[in-house]
């Protein structure tokens, strides 16, 4: 083990005894201290779920990245293991970048990652290199392979780009580990390439799985590509997109592309949409469960709103809460794993009631909770005009989820939060027309909310960093609807 590794871990070790668990989320993965973005190596090995996490445990801000680790049984209820990854190879020095894992039949864990080194040219300017490399281990140690990297430059198509090549997502199929990696063209575009491999350390290069064509923003990150009742889903992270209408929004965002592979193994596309529709959520990975789900976990933040931080917390970053996710109609629906229930606590519904105005209802409260309402006009013939949530209120801080019945489009809101910046505290999407019938599920958790609406049509994620005493919901109207609310205290 490294000098650079036995720092990190013995540094956790100490930071995290100094951050009481009522500082942390209740029901999402944060780092053991420090920094996390990205999840990586989301794994089954040794009969639990393994979870990477890109990594600076010295700041809650982007440093070096190391890899941290956590194991668990059910992917809600997380245990910290040591740090399994620290910059400390040439090839490596300056990040070990996102990847994934695979269990092998000799029963080795295998990381593959990207690796990055900062290398200066002839004209003195310097560059980032990215290639892709393995460490493998026990669950807990992990070893660099000797041979690193296992994929350079050297290996990639004509007209990829030789500076930005990562996140790889490896899996094994008939015998055979095959690899996606994110590339950008020389031409400043986004693409996905497969590699094949006998022995998950040779690796050949086997063909472009898609181009972006300049559709969807620029450089592809973090891509996953899987069956899924019928179809072939792919993953992937573009940056900086340009928006269109409200299915795609700027900046960085999640794209899933559903299609079939033909006869020769050619990824034809059918429907794209997006992964997440509200602010907060990146880089997502899937599993297939033991009983044959497809679970995801993703990065519940944004590149572009990391900016919102409390100086009192000694973490920063949290993974979203594992969704189970299916095709229906070939769209992705997705709905929160159904482990969940293990942790209810108290039960608390109200049928039918009639709102007109703004109105809280009895014990409906609370920062740690899983909460339905449904809403239907009180008249067939008189539509309401909008509806709102507002949550985590204390009467001066509190966020928002309006629905719109009439332009068909929910928003959710967090200007009012408590935020002192001027980042994205908005999103909106288009949903069903259901006559301004609709369902809305939040996971309202201390530090964060997800929103699924219609059954796991749409998703809608958002941090929240309002102080956790402010509890209060209540319920608004323009116009008169009837409600159905059941809510569920989440308790360990």
Request: aromatic content about 10%; charged content about 25%; overall charge negative.
């Amino acid at each position: 083990m490294s000098s650079k590794l036995d720092k990190a871990r013995e540094y956790e070790v100490k930071k995290e005894k100094m951050i009481p668990d009522e500082m942390r989320p209740g029901f999402h993965l944060s780092p053991r201290c420090g920094w996390m973005n990205d999840p990586n190596g989301l794994s089954i090995f040794g009969g639990e779920y393994h979870l990477f996490y890109q990594y600076y445990p010295y700041e809650t801000v982007w440093g070096p990245m190391h890899w941290g680790h956590a194991t668990s049984i059910d992917l809600i209820n997380w245990k910290y293991l040591p740090a399994a990854m620290a910059p400390d190879e040439e090839y490596d020095k300056d990040g070990c970048f996102s990847g994934s894992a695979v269990a092998t039949e000799d029963g080795k864990h295998v990381l593959i990652y990207t690796g990055v080194h900062k290398e200066e040219d002839e004209n003195g300017d310097m560059h980032e290199y990215q290639t892709q490399c393995v460490a493998v281990g026990d669950g807990v140690n992990y070893e660099k392979y000797g041979n690193n990297p296992v994929i350079r430059a050297s290996a990639l198509p004509k007209g990829a780009g030789i500076y930005d090549f990562r996140d790889p997502k490896v899996w094994k199929e008939n015998g055979k580990y095959y690899m996606i990696v994110g590339n950008k063209t020389e031409d400043k575009d986004g693409q996905l390439l497969l590699f094949t491999s006998d022995d998950c350390f040779n690796w050949t290069y086997d063909r472009v799985v898609i181009k972006n064509n300049h559709r969807f923003g620029v450089m592809w990150e973090c891509p996953d590509f899987f069956p899924l009742d019928g179809k072939q889903v792919l993953l992937t992270s573009p940056q900086d997109m340009l928006p269109e209408e409200l299915e795609f929004h700027n900046g960085n965002g999640t794209l899933c592309i559903i299609g079939s592979n033909d006869k020769d193994g050619n990824f034809n596309e059918e429907n794209c949409q997006a992964v997440d529709y509200g602010i907060d959520f990146y880089a997502p990975q899937t599993i297939a469960s033991a009983d044959g789900r497809r679970i995801m976990i993703g990065w519940m933040q944004n590149w572009d709103t990391c900016g919102i931080r409390r100086d009192d917390l000694p973490w920063f970053g949290q993974m979203s809460f594992p969704r189970e996710i299916w095709i229906e109609n070939n769209r992705l629906m997705q709905k929160p794993l159904r482990e969940i229930e293990n942790y209810y606590g108290k039960r608390i519904s109200r049928q039918n009631v009639l709102i007109s105005e703004r109105a809280s209802l009895s014990s409906i409260e609370g920062r740690c909770i899983d909460m339905t309402v449904k809403v239907r006009p009180a008249l067939e013939d008189a539509l309401y005009r909008k509806f709102e949530i507002r949550f985590a209120d204390n009467g001066k801080s509190y966020s928002t989820i309006e629905y719109d019945p009439v332009d068909n489009i929910v928003k959710i809101d967090r200007k009012h939060s408590g935020s002192r910046r001027a980042i994205v505290h908005q999103r909106r999407c288009r949903v069903s027309n259901n006559k301004g019938k609709i369902t809305l599920r939040l996971i309202l958790d201390r530090f964060s909310m997800e929103l699924f609406i219609n059954d796991g049509e749409q998703v809608m994620s958002m941090v929240i960093l309002t102080d956790v005493k402010a509890e209060g919901i209540s319920f608004n109207c323009q116009g008169s609807l009837l409600m159905d609310v059941t809510m569920h205290e989440l308790k360990r």
